[in-house]
């Protein structure tokens, strides 16, 4: 009977000895909820008003907040009451932050090579990081702006449009540059939203 305690105690000490302690997991880096090939449509009286795509999208809970991070990158696509493409914005990362105080109190933030481009008046600001409030309906960074239009290129730090990006501000500019002369016959196709007759084969 001694001998085979003396093996028992002998087999869970060494297991013991062998086994490390698992690092402590906090709660509140790790996320509830992963998510792949994340696709997501709100609509507004049965009428298509945004578009969202993720690679990934991760779902994080605390006290005072809950977010959602999305690590490799976001695709927003905003469409007008007619259902045409309006903005587009993409990024390498975002993060859309839910405060548990009241309703409505959400803000959306793009990270890395962030593209701003209204379709239809065909605008695009690049910057590398921008700000949505979604209570306000504002965009808005304080980061350097480059901005692209038929009328010209303008450069700055700081710009706030709305969450269209219909009417930009650049605030700061500089080295910036118009064109006073256009060709008025010149006739511009959008081709995202251009629906007609296809070739025939």
Known sequence: MLATLSV???IAFSCKGRLGE????DIRETPLQTVDNMFAVKSDKGRVDMRLE???MESYDNDSIRYELFPEGLSVY???PDGLLETLVLSDCAKHVKSKRGVGDEKWSAFGNVVV???LRQETMETDTIYWDQGTKEIYTDCYVKMYSPDGFMQGYGM???DRARNSILHKPFNSYGKTVQDTTKVVIDSVNFIGPFPKK
């Open 8 to 10: 028992v105690a002998g």
């Open 54 to 56: 993720a690679p990934v």
């Open 78 to 80: 905003t469409y007008t």
């Open 22 to 25: 698992a690092d402590p997991l």
């Open 160 to 162: 706030r449009t709305d």
């Open 117 to 119: 481009h209204n379709v």
